[in-house]
């Protein structure tokens, strides 16, 4: 949802090298031939910019705060357990939708949670195996989200706008929580050579 995500992909039998601190949040390096194949951007550090209310829905364990509207945040793990994704990439630039679907497993480890996602990148003929690794972990009164390497990603916040500036690149994202069984991460970025939304919708694995 990334490379500072440590994210990898299987092309054509081999395995691509490791992305560094700004790879594809499909699930592959943004500097690899997949990734300018796919023609999508790279994943982002964020913080908390605006937003406006899209507050936690009753049935989810709470953190003890509250977001700027008053709403309360949901304890990253009252999500444990695994969670089926499907993705949809809409780039405006090639004017195309890319799709990734799979699973991510989220999982206790120490006082982390450990977000794991497996999926399948469906790339006109190609479907391409994409793999990504990153932790929720607790930070002052909250919880913050970081890749494999340790680099900050975002702040785990729910029903707000997060925006990140990445070179000429903008980043603007929002996680919004359904309920038990379902929620949403959306990605809209704009730059020189990028205008696409990527929204990644997950259901409860039965």
Known sequence: MSGESAMRVLSLGRVAERGGPCSDAAGFPADSATA????VGRPFSVTVMSGTADHARPGLPRLGRVDRHGGEVPDPRSLLGRWDFAR???????????TV???ITLSADGERVRWQEDGTLHLG?????????????PRGDGWFVVFED???????????QVQHLCGADLYSGRIALAGPEGWTV???VAG????YTMTTRLTRGR
Request: net charge negative.
């Open 36 to 39: 300018r194949a796919a023609g």
């Open 88 to 98: 949809t990439i809409d780039d405006r630039v090639a004017g195309d939708t890319k």
């Open 101 to 103: 679907d799979g699973s």
């Open 125 to 137: 003929a190609q479907d391409l195996p994409v793999t990504r690794t990153m932790f929720v972990e």
């Open 150 to 160: 340790g680099h900050d990603f975002h702040p785990w916040t729910t029903g707000e």
């Open 186 to 188: 959306c990605w809209d």
């Open 192 to 195: 020189p050579s990028k205008d």
